[in-house]
């Protein structure tokens, strides 16, 4: 029997839940089999709840009425984009492996639709894992559109367009976000990521526009396979709400890197031409392009949910509000993921995932944790923060903010020749000696910042990090060697402008 709790996280008397106990097909119904779906389907089975999740069919491609177990970061995010990244930096160890004495004669083809097909393979593997997890964890599967109904009733509408009803004592929503459009016009030419990683010919001529982690991502992809790019952002400088001092070196990175720059610079219009697609600026400047694509942000994936109906609060972008549980204004309607839009990241919703079946099936309320949160940027070079930046350290401050910044060429560029710098950054509150805050533009950023992370996680101080002996020869070591002060910032002070 699955157990209820009250918003201020007390269980239910069990005697009294008893007496007036209904029967429901399933004590959980989750719509939505992306990552945070299935992680609470799955531990809450494992707490002895019966359980039942829908999900829309696969694709790589997503729509209101496509979409696949294993949700954006399996099918069409995180995953295949990693791949991808992966595929793009051989462009450029190929070029820097000449002065390692690697004779490389004649012209290197890249072969895309080979590395794309591999890509396809991988998801639908991880596809078919997924599924097999639920199957393993007993969690019955529905292919299909789920919306709710009413406060303990999901509808299923399935592939044949047959409706089946089933009733839940808690139905938790993880539908995740879609990609949006900026109503430009001609923006109908344009794509959105989930056709980025499914383009049947390779773009040798793109256009981006975003300044966000999906835009710079993608403008590396493309630049490191061998295609011209061009990005567009409104801001001075690419990815707004990382640390400034990072995001100039990125930028900086990535015309190092050949992608061509346009900040503060939109789009005004796309037109269709036989030569490809003709972009106007927002300067007015003329460009032609074989893709465009639009990385402007995600919204919520809600509106087909039927919530207003129901009387489920949403906020003005459409995200389910919830409260410190993920439990909505409805007492048996929950929402983890991107459909909150809290911190939307993969782990994130796993951890939400994770404290939403402790605290329903589990007995043990569980609040997530949205701190010290690490996070990566999969450009070439990747960025990987943790913390604050340092910008949000001095407005956050009540104390004076120390700031220790190493900048260096990596070790293996003094080979290659490869004139591309690495930036480690801490930020320190110096009343309590602690590491509010750490970042690295890098090779590796991503690996290095995990361990970072437990650190801060566990309140590390300056003078640990200190303590600590590095590895050498390695990047990563900087982190445990930068003893001198680079800048203090005295309490009060006003943070650099925002670019």
Not at 73 to 96: F, N
Request: charged share 25%; with cysteine.
């Amino acid at each position: 029997m699955a157990r209820k709790m009250l918003a201020d996280g007390e269980l239910n008397n069990a005697a009294a839940e008893e007496a007036t106990e209904t029967h429901y097909d399933f004590d959980l119904f989750v719509i939505g089999a992306g990552s945070g779906g299935v992680r609470a389907a799955r531990f809450s089975a494992n707490n002895g709840a019966k359980v039942g999740i829908c999900e829309l069919p696969f694709h790589p491609i997503s729509s209101e009425e496509i979409g696949g177990v294993g949700g954006t970061c399996v099918i069409r995010g995180c995953v295949p984009k990693k791949i991808l990244v992966y595929g793009a930096t051989y462009g450029g160890e190929l070029e820097d492996a000449r002065n390692y004495g690697w004779e490389i004669n004649g012209n290197v083809d890249f072969n895309w639709k080979k590395l794309l097909q591999k890509k396809t393979d991988e998801i639908l593997r991880l596809n078919n894992i997924y599924k097999r997890l639920l199957a393993n964890a007993a969690v019955k599967l529905y292919e299909g559109e789920g919306r709710i109904v009413g406060p303990n009733e999901v509808e299923v509408r399935q592939i044949d367009g047959t409706k089946i009803s089933y009733t839940a004592k808690h139905i938790l929503i993880a539908t995740g976000s879609r990609a949006q459009k900026p109503n430009i016009p001609g923006h109908e030419l344009a794509i959105t990521s989930d056709e980025a990683l499914s383009l049947e010919e390779f773009p040798k001529r793109a256009i981006v526009l975003g300044g966000g982690y999906i835009a710079v991502e993608f403008a590396s992809i493309w630049r490191g396979m061998g295609a011209t790019v061009d990005l567009f952002f409104r801001k001075e400088l690419p990815l707004r709400g990382f640390d400034d001092e990072m995001r100039a070196l990125v930028a900086r990175n990535l015309e190092g890197r050949g992608i061509n720059l346009h900040p503060q610079t939109s789009l005004a219009e796309l037109i269709k031409t036989d030569d490809g697609i003709k972009v106007i600026s927002s300067h007015g400047e003329e460009f032609v392009a074989d893709v465009v694509l639009f990385a402007t942000g995600r919204a919520p994936n809600t509106k087909r949910l039927n919530l207003e109906a129901v009387g489920v609060e949403l906020d003005q972008a459409g995200a389910v509000k919830v409260d410190e549980y993920s439990r909505t204004n409805i007492p048996s309607i929950w929402a983890v993921g991107d459909a909150t839009n809290r911190i939307n990241l993969t782990p994130v919703a796993l951890m939400e995932a994770t404290c939403f079946a402790n605290t329903v099936f589990g007995g043990k309320p569980t609040k997530a944790d949205y701190t010290n949160v690490a996070c990566a940027v999969f450009c070439i070079p990747p960025l990987a923060v943790v913390g604050l930046s340092e910008e949000e350290a001095v407005e956050k401050a009540t104390g004076d903010i120390l700031v220790f910044t190493s900048g260096f060429n990596p070790m293996k560029n003094t080979i290659s020749g490869r004139q591309e710098k690495s930036l480690m950054k801490l930020i320190v509150d110096e009343t309590t000696d602690k590491v509010i805050g750490a970042s690295m533009c890098g090779p590796d950023a991503a690996e290095i910042m995990q361990g970072i992370a437990i650190a801060l996680k566990c309140g590390a101080t300056k003078a640990q990090f200190d303590s600590t002996v590095g590895i050498h020869p390695s990047s990563a070591e900087e982190f445990v060697t930068m003893r001198t002060v680079t800048r203090r910032i005295a309490y009060k002070a006003k943070p650099k402008t925002s670019l």
